[in-house]
């Protein structure tokens, strides 16, 4: 286990992964607030990740006043959290059982981005709120999984 999965009180963890100068990343910090507004409670917590050598604690509290992350943010210096759940690029989420150790979400936030640099004119899904809601309502999660774009977090060699 983590050190972030032990620091969680509830089961369910959103790990986002993060970097401070991808625009990407940029942009989705107020639909990630507002996620979090709508969705965190006792048993479901946002966690931001930040898994390139290049961040730091000071870059990270940056992002999170200039952004006004609402959530708590982890430096992984060593990238166990992002190689612990495969994360290729930044923002990518995970929703996480913490309890049953069940993957039950990879992928993007929503559709806006069809690649880097490339947005839809119309957003038309918003896989991790279907995700939460259903968590919510305690239905089936329809998607499990999608091809998250941004930013591609750059893994140092295994020491």
Do not use: W
């Not at 917590?45 to 990270?60: C, H």
């Not at 430096?75 to 995970?94: H, I, L, W």
């Amino acid at each position: 286990m983590t050190a972030f999965a032990q620091q969680q009180k509830g089961n369910i963890s959103v790990y986002v992964f993060l970097l401070e100068d991808c625009v990407i990343s940029q942009h989705y910090a107020p639909v990630l607030n507002e996620l979090h507004e709508k969705y965190a409670n006792d048993s479901l917590q946002f966690i931001g990740v930040f898994p390139n050598r290049f961040s730091s604690p000071k870059t990270i509290e940056q992002f999170k006043t200039t952004y006004d992350i609402a959530f708590d943010l982890k430096y992984d210096y060593y990238q166990s959290t992002a190689r612990r759940f495969d994360a290729e690029v930044t923002p990518e989420v995970v929703v996480y059982d913490e309890n049953a150790k069940l993957l039950l979400y990879k992928g993007r936030i929503d559709n806006q981005f069809v690649r880097v640099g490339r947005r839809r004119q119309v957003l038309t899904s918003n896989e991790l709120a279907d995700v939460l809601a259903a968590l919510r309502e305690k239905k089936p999660i329809e998607i499990t999984s999608t091809d998250a774009v941004g930013c591609f977090i750059k893994y140092e060699k295994s020491e």
